[in-house]
């Protein structure tokens, strides 16, 4: 079974909000800090927002101000609210989960299969 399983992508047009969802297979999950990326086509993985252990939260300059991440132990889920959504957003979204606490995508060693993020214009 994979570690991470994300949900709540789609269609939404432009200016719209989602929110995604991560769910985690993993013990132990309120140790890890948990990360959300993603990937457009023909670019790479980039950071999107990170939620730390204890709360904390970190966000891409890209998403800062219109996204908040938060995380619920007691469900092993972290959220993703996206608001004013634009086409630059359109990707495939992952979340993550690794030893340490990165913005780098190869520092993690868990990942979800990916939703798919589409915003039309």
């Known amino acids: 079974q994979v570690p991470l399983v994300e949900s709540g992508g789609g269609l939404v047009q432009a200016g719209g909000s989602l929110t995604l969802s991560c769910t985690s297979f993993?013990?132990?999950?309120?140790?890890?800090?948990v990360s959300w990326f993603r990937q457009a086509p023909g670019k790479e993985r980039e950071f999107v927002a990170l939620?730390?252990?204890?709360?904390?939260?970190r966000y891409a300059d890209s998403v800062n101000g219109r996204s908040t991440i938060s995380r619920d132990n007691a469900k092993k889920s972290v959220y993703l609210q996206m608001r004013n959504l634009n086409s630059e957003d359109t990707a495939v979204y992952y979340c993550?989960?690794?030893?340490?606490?990165?913005?780098?995508?190869?520092?993690?060693?868990?990942w979800g299969q990916g939703t798919q993020v589409t915003v039309s214009s």
């Open positions: 993550a989960t690794g030893a340490v606490t990165s913005i780098n995508a190869a520092q993690y060693t868990s």
């Open positions: 939620v730390h252990q204890g709360g904390g939260t």
């Open positions: 993993q013990r132990a999950f309120s140790n890890y800090a």
